[in-house]
């Protein structure tokens, strides 16, 4: 899986952009998605808060924002566009790869990590794993969703070896 990772705060460790990229490709393993594109921006609480409130209206910081991509819905070639324009093809199997962006509050996961009693980099870990099922269309909306998720995503912490202390 091809991962763009930016550090808007200049603040984010090696380490930490190394174990970001290590489990995030973990994690498309997991599910299968090896072949997908995404990218992840380490952002402020103040970035933080502007995103969620333009995306999704909550006037407060968050831990993360998982932005999913989905193909404009008013697109529409037919087989003999495609086939006449080789170009066209290479260019939706692109679009066709990208999952979606997630942005990553250091200041929020400094605060939950401490507030959590584990490790930063375990909080940090999470929220990665977190967002990256996110843009792969998991949620948490009913108690079976919720499962589904949260069972897949301690899954993978665990696997991976980001465990609560």
């Not at 998982?66 to 324009?85: T, V």
């Not at 509050?105 to 999470?126: L, V």
Request: aromatic share 10%; hydrophobic share 35%.
């Amino acid at each position: 899986m091809y991962i763009e990772i930016i550090d808007e705060t200049g603040q984010v460790s090696p380490e930490i952009l190394k174990q970001t990229e290590e489990i995030l490709q973990f994690a498309a393993e997991k599910i299968e998605k090896s072949d997908k594109e995404m990218a992840v921006t380490f952002v402020t609480n103040e970035e933080s808060h502007r995103l969620n409130l333009e995306y999704r209206g909550i006037d407060r910081p968050t831990d993360v924002i998982s932005l999913e991509y989905k193909p404009e819905s008013g697109i529409y070639f037919d087989e003999d566009d495609i086939e006449a324009d080789p170009t066209l093809a290479e260019m939706l199997s692109e679009m066709d790869a990208y999952l979606g962006a997630l942005f990553i509050s250091i200041d929020k996961a400094r605060e939950q990590a401490q507030d959590f009693g584990h490790s930063f980099e375990r909080e940090m870990g999470f929220l990665a794993v977190h967002g990256f099922l996110h843009i792969n269309g998991y949620d948490h909306y009913t108690p079976e969703e919720e499962a589904e998720m949260f069972g897949l995503q301690e899954d993978i912490l665990k696997a991976y070896g980001l465990t609560r202390q």
